[in-house]
């Protein structure tokens, strides 16, 4: 990394670190207000500093996710590296393959690891997401799950829906 850009860097972090104490210090003074409409505004204001942050981290994810797994791989390729070097100041640099996959027909699939000896590959899964909306819709119908086989939690969060007034609920 250039000089200029490791500056440039290194004062985004200080600056974020600012940002991080005054948006601490705004958000315990609009919660000592104990006023709904300005805690939420706050809130919402928030939310959309976030959002700017999270697309600018975004696209730096993007440049080191392409260096790990486009542009150094490829450089190692030409220059005849074969997995891993050494970098005098850094140290080893190594690139792995990482493997992963997905069933195109799922019964086929696991027909053919029983046939071979892979069932152990099989696994019965419940989505966590998928439980507790099924846990939701129990407990609503006054059929709670039971609390020694199921671990299920609830936590509150907020929505805006829609910007611009709103009367009070």
């Known amino acids: 990394m250039q000089p200029d850009t490791q500056a440039t860097a290194l ?18 003074e609009a919660l000592e207000t104990g006023k709904v409409d300005v805690v939420v505004v706050h809130f919402d204001q928030l939310r959309e500093v976030v959002k700017d942050l999270d697309r600018a981290l975004a696209e730096l994810k993007r440049v080191v996710e392409a260096m790990s797994t486009e542009q150094i791989p490829t450089l190692f390729v030409n220059n005849h590296i074969k997995k891993t070097t050494n970098i005098v100041g850094l140290g080893r640099v190594t690139v792995n393959t990482t493997w992963s996959g997905s069933l195109l027909h799922r019964t086929r699939a696991y027909a053919w690891l029983r046939e071979t000896g892979n069932q152990g590959l099989i696994t019965e899964t419940v989505n966590a997401r998928t439980l507790g909306v099924f846990a939701r819709a129990e407990v609503k119908a006054g059929r709670p799950l039971p609390s020694d086989i199921f671990n299920i939690t ?4 907020v929505s805006i829906s829609a910007r611009g007034d709103a009367d009070e609920e």
């Open 11 to 28: 004062t985004a972090a200080q600056e974020l670190e600012i940002l991080f104490e005054k948006v601490h210090r705004d958000t315990v």
């Open 154 to 157: 609830t936590k509150d969060h």
